[in-house]
């Protein structure tokens, strides 16, 4: 069945950078997009943007501009998000997920929890 | 941006009764583009609903959508204790939408 599994948990000091990786299994890579999604500890849901491995387009969201990457490798069927220059406030689980164009996050992967901590 | 407001914030209710949730767009969502998830504590998000009510593969029928427009409602008919969780709408299908509302965190009384 369609999986997404998340590399591990992180600890950075401000002002570093982290990439998350999202290995997807299970299905055909280039046939959806892969979302990305932010969760701050106690609060709620927060979309950073998209990557289509297809078409190669990809989709960051205004506030996320200039501070994030999202790229992938489709041999290896694994999307990533790069995070640069942390804040304390990008403390957060980060989740990746699929979508088919114009359909709903049908699978997400576990979470990865970075951590920005001097 | 299409900004959701969900309602209430917090929906305490014993096992076996109904519960209403509600979610409001800012402005008409096309197509009924809209979600539902489940969220339990510590565990990513599940979809539910989509569509505005269409059941995902392998969800209760207790569970259901309705609305349109700028008005979405989740039903839950009869509460199970996996039930209690938080439940976000959300807005897809075209950017720079997939907004999230605030979630609705439904406890047990």
């Known amino acids: 069945q369609a999986q997404l599994v998340q590399s591990g948990a992180e600890v950075k000091k401000p002002g570093a950078s982290v990439q998350v990786s999202c290995k997807a299994s299970g299905y055909t890579f280039t046939a959806y997009y892969v979302h990305w999604v932010r969760q701050a500890p106690g609060q709620g849901l927060e979309w950073m943007g998209w990557?289509?491995?297809?078409?190669?387009?990809?989709k960051v969201a205004q506030r996320f501009q200039g501070g994030v990457t999202m790229t992938w490798d489709t041999s290896i069927t694994t999307a990533y998000m790069e995070l640069r220059r942390l804040r304390s406030d990008d403390t957060a689980v980060y989740y990746c997920a699929r979508a088919q164009g114009g359909r709903a996050f049908d699978v997400w992967g576990q979470g990865t929890m970075v951590t920005v901590s001097s | 941006e299409i900004v959701l407001t969900q309602s209430p914030g917090t929906l305490s209710l014993s096992p076996g009764e109904r519960a209403t949730l509600s979610c409001w767009a800012s402005?008409?969502?096309?197509?009924?583009?809209l979600a539902w998830f489940q969220q339990k504590a510590g565990q990513a998000p599940r979809l539910l609903i989509y569509g505005a009510s269409i059941r995902a593969t392998g969800v209760p029928d207790r569970f259901s959508g309705s609305g349109s427009g700028t008005d979405f409602t989740l039903t839950i008919s009869r509460l199970e204790p996996e039930d209690f969780a938080v439940y976000y709408c959300?807005?897809?299908?075209?950017?720079?939408?997939?907004?999230f509302g605030p979630g609705t965190k439904v406890d047990i009384k």
């Open positions: 402005q008409s969502i096309s197509g009924s583009y």
């Open positions: 990557v289509n491995p297809r078409t190669g387009g990809t």
């Open positions: 959300q807005h897809y299908g075209s950017s720079p939408g997939f907004t």
